[in-house]
């Protein structure tokens, strides 16, 4: 009885110590819009292992893909009223809440991934206005890649001329929408998970985006028509909730931006080495890959510049026009 017994404290003391050591374990919630097979899954894996391991485990990060918690303007609302932790969109859904960052949306800013990184790790202005971030509720951590902005569509797309007439999904981003305009779509706003299901039924005629959310999400399904126009540089910056950020202590803050970075390095070598692979892959299933002449879509949307000026000024423009054409005269194209 008395050996029992002392089985008995043994294992009510083990449990005790078991249920303290997991109830010093924070779950924080990880929401994107991604596919569990896509690059930011994979990215989010990386970072949330990293931050484990770094913090000793007393932080889970609990990944949600394909928009479970909610689509990308929802998330980052979530964001700033401490729903969600982490999450992780274009730069452009994050101006809704400061207006500036759809400067970095204007088209043809840079042609390279490595001038990409370079604007958006080096660049005076957008560190500036990334800084700006914390007082509206969230926090950018590093920025994971996307890849450049092209088209899927119902129908070619060789010219401006082709797009007359034609309705194109958009984010709630002027700078794209002006895009989109001044190449000659008339343009609809919508999540990207109502996107599928609207080209099919026929609503819109194609959406844009970088090919690793075209092979992510399968657009080429319904919109097999895969235009390489490369018009946007539209990489992901990472982001965290300030009311978690601030509960954080200095050393956990050190750890959670260290996985950050780590996992930044991951998704952009993932993705630019994928693209190619990709491409392949979605030709195989059906779709067409072209690559039209560019000089008309240039020509197209150098409207947007000025509009730009008028909106945002031209202090603001030109200055990242100043940045981006100095990032291209450094790392000049090899293509």
Same mark, same amino acid.
Do not use: C
């Given at each position: 009885?008395?050996?029992?017994?002392?089985?008995?404290?043994?294992?009510?003391?083990?449990?005790?110590?078991?249920?303290?050591?997991?109830?010093?374990?924070?779950?924080?919630?990880? @929401?994107?819009?991604?596919?569990?097979?896509?690059?930011?899954?994979?990215?989010?894996?990386?970072?949330?292992?990293?931050?484990?391991?770094?913090?000793?485990?007393?932080?889970?990060?609990?990944?949600?893909?394909?928009?479970?918690?909610?689509?990308?303007?929802?998330?980052?609302?979530?964001?700033?009223?401490?729903?969600?932790?982490?999450?992780?969109?274009?730069?452009? @859904?994050?101006?809704?809440?400061?207006?500036?960052?759809?400067?970095?949306?204007?088209?043809?800013?840079?042609?390279?991934? =490595?001038?990409?990184?370079?604007?958006?790790?080096?660049?005076?202005?957008?560190?500036?206005?990334?800084?700006?971030?914390?007082?509206?509720?969230?926090?950018?951590? @590093?920025?994971?890649?996307?890849?450049?902005?092209?088209?899927?569509?119902?129908?070619?797309?060789?010219?401006?001329?082709?797009?007359?007439?034609?309705?194109? #999904?958009?984010?709630?981003?002027?700078?794209?929408?002006?895009?989109?305009?001044?190449?000659?779509?008339?343009?609809?706003?919508?999540?990207?998970?109502?996107?599928?299901?609207?080209?099919?039924?026929?609503?819109?005629?194609?959406?844009?985006?970088?090919?690793?959310?075209?092979?992510?999400?399968?657009?080429?399904?319904?919109?097999?028509?895969?235009?390489?126009?490369?018009?946007?540089?539209?990489?992901?910056?990472?982001?965290?909730?300030?009311?978690?950020?601030?509960?954080?202590?200095?050393?956990?803050?050190?750890?959670?931006?260290?996985?950050?970075?780590?996992?930044?390095?991951?998704?952009? %070598?993932?993705?630019?080495?994928?693209?190619?692979?990709?491409?392949? =892959?979605?030709?195989?299933?059906?779709?067409?890959?072209?690559?039209p002449v560019i000089g008309p879509f240039r020509?197209?949307?150098?409207?947007?510049?000025?509009?730009? #000026? %008028?909106?945002?000024?031209?202090?603001?423009?030109?200055?990242?026009?100043?940045?981006?054409?100095?990032?291209?005269?450094?790392?000049?194209?090899?293509?």
């Open positions: 009885m008395k050996t029992s017994l002392k089985i008995i404290a043994a294992a009510t003391a083990a449990f005790g110590m078991f249920a303290t050591a997991a109830s010093a374990q924070t779950v924080l919630k990880f @929401s994107h819009t991604d596919n569990p097979g896509g690059s930011r899954q994979a990215a989010a894996e990386v970072f949330a292992g990293k931050v484990a391991e770094y913090t000793e485990g007393r932080y889970e990060i609990r990944i949600f893909p394909s928009g479970q918690l909610a689509n990308d303007p929802k998330a980052i609302e979530q964001l700033q009223l401490g729903g969600v932790d982490f999450t992780v969109s274009a730069t452009g @859904s994050y101006a809704t809440h400061l207006t500036t960052l759809n400067l970095t949306a204007m088209p043809f800013l840079v042609d390279t991934y =490595e001038q990409g990184w370079a604007f958006y790790d080096n660049s005076e202005w957008l560190q500036a206005e990334f800084a700006k971030l914390p007082a509206v509720g969230f926090r950018v951590l @590093s920025t994971w890649e996307a890849g450049f902005r092209s088209f899927t569509t119902t129908m070619p797309l060789n010219s401006p001329a082709d797009a007359v007439g034609k309705k194109m #999904r958009v984010f709630p981003n002027d700078m794209i929408r002006w895009t989109m305009e001044a190449i000659g779509f008339q343009t609809v706003v919508m999540p990207i998970t109502d996107v599928y299901l609207a080209i099919q039924q026929g609503t819109v005629n194609g959406q844009e985006n970088p090919v690793d959310t075209i092979k992510s999400l399968r657009f080429y399904e319904v919109a097999p028509h895969i235009t390489l126009t490369r018009h946007v540089y539209s990489p992901l910056p990472l982001t965290v909730s300030e009311q978690t950020w601030q509960k954080f202590s200095e050393a956990d803050k050190a750890a959670v931006m260290k996985a950050a970075a780590e996992a930044s390095a991951f998704s952009r %070598d993932l993705v630019k080495n994928s693209v190619d692979k990709q491409l392949e =892959e979605m030709k195989a299933a059906g779709a067409t890959v072209s690559v020509e197209a949307v150098a409207s947007v510049y000025d509009k730009a #000026r %008028d909106v945002y000024g031209a202090e603001a423009v030109d200055k990242v026009l100043a940045d981006t054409a100095k990032i291209r005269e450094m790392m000049p194209s090899t293509n």
